[in-house]
């Protein structure tokens, strides 16, 4: 699942939570969804501050061969 999709679909998830109406079981398996999709959300955000921080760590490395 994408971040993008993992992010709309937490926004619902936590949508419906506030909305309440829900019985005590829904609201369960909301939350774990939720739970479930942030998570997901965490993953991608450290994946791609991993790949910055590699990018910026070779951009200066290369930097310092030229210079």
């Given at each position: 699942?994408?971040?993008?999709?993992?992010?709309?679909?937490?926004?619902?998830?936590?949508?419906?939570?506030?909305a309440?109406?829900?019985?005590?079981e829904?609201?369960?398996?909301?939350?774990?969804?939720g739970?479930?999709?942030?998570?997901?959300?965490?993953?991608?955000?450290?994946?791609?501050?991993?790949r910055?921080t590699?990018?910026?760590?070779?951009?200066?490395?290369?930097?310092?061969?030229?210079?």
């Amino acid at each position: 699942m994408s971040y993008e999709a993992a992010r709309e679909e937490l926004v619902e998830v936590v949508r419906k939570l506030e909305a309440g109406g829900t019985t005590l079981e829904e609201s369960l398996a909301l939350w774990e969804r939720g739970e479930s999709l942030a998570t997901t959300c965490q993953s991608w955000l450290e994946g791609a501050r991993e790949r910055l921080t590699k990018a910026q760590e070779a951009s200066e490395e290369k930097s310092k061969k030229t210079n």
